[in-house]
């Protein structure tokens, strides 16, 4: 994102404002398409009384690999960097760990190591995991430690119970996932990098 922003000359300061205003207009509060009349006025209601903490995790959720959090995850005090809402992202050699304002979303690419699906859910491949599943049990092993402690960082975050689920890449699940990747066109909506192309247009 920020290398996009870059690119079309938007200032530092303010590399973070187009973003959150595309992913806003793709809300059912204000997307033209697809949205009930109930639908529309809960979302607005919510962005008027909830937190402002809940209300950002509304407009851009938080995204994190987890198959290289050792790597990526130096300072355990501290969120580990977060990706790009796109499915650039993602890799089937990966998981990741999608928080909204809701939820926790794991969602485990079929080509996953063996190793990992065994330390997180003590399965003994992805294949063997169901299309869904709710909560993580924790088990005594580094990665299972890592994954819960970055999860109780990040419900710091807000002072409310989350759900955690789990999804398999190749289960007709994997649309709760992939629906918060805000950033890629979809339904309709025009890919973040299209919105800074019509933006340019019309103030260039």
């Not at 960097?81 to 796109?86: I, Y």
């Not at 924790?138 to 990665?143: A, Q, T, Y």
């Not at 918060?180 to 990098?193: A, T």
Request: proline share 4%; glycine share 4%; charged share 20%.
């Amino acid at each position: 994102s920020s290398g996009i922003n870059a690119e079309y000359g938007v200032p530092k300061a303010q590399r973070l404002l187009p973003l959150y205003i595309s992913s806003l207009l793709r809300s059912s509060a204000f997307r033209l398409q697809n949205v009930s009349v109930d639908d529309r006025y809960s979302m607005m209601l919510a962005f008027k009384t909830l937190p402002v903490e809940d209300v950002m995790l509304m407009v851009y959720p938080r995204l994190f690999s987890l198959h290289n959090l050792a790597e990526t995850w130096t300072d355990k005090n501290v969120i580990p960097p977060r990706l790009s809402l796109t499915a650039e992202k993602l890799t089937r050699q990966g998981a990741f760990l999608l928080q909204t304002h809701e939820y926790f979303i794991i969602w485990v690419g079929r080509n996953v190591s063996d190793i990992f699906v065994n330390s997180l859910y003590n399965a003994a491949s992805a294949s063997d995991l169901p299309d869904i599943q709710n909560g993580l049990e924790p088990f005594d092993n580094s990665i299972s430690t890592m994954v819960h402690d970055l999860i109780s960082l990040c419900a710091k975050v807000r002072d409310a119970p989350y759900t955690l689920i789990s999804v398999r890449e190749d289960s007709r699940f994997g649309t709760l996932f992939l629906q918060h990747l805000v950033e890629d066109r979809s339904d309709g909506q025009i890919s973040y990098y299209e919105f800074l192309q019509k933006v340019q247009q019309q103030v260039g």
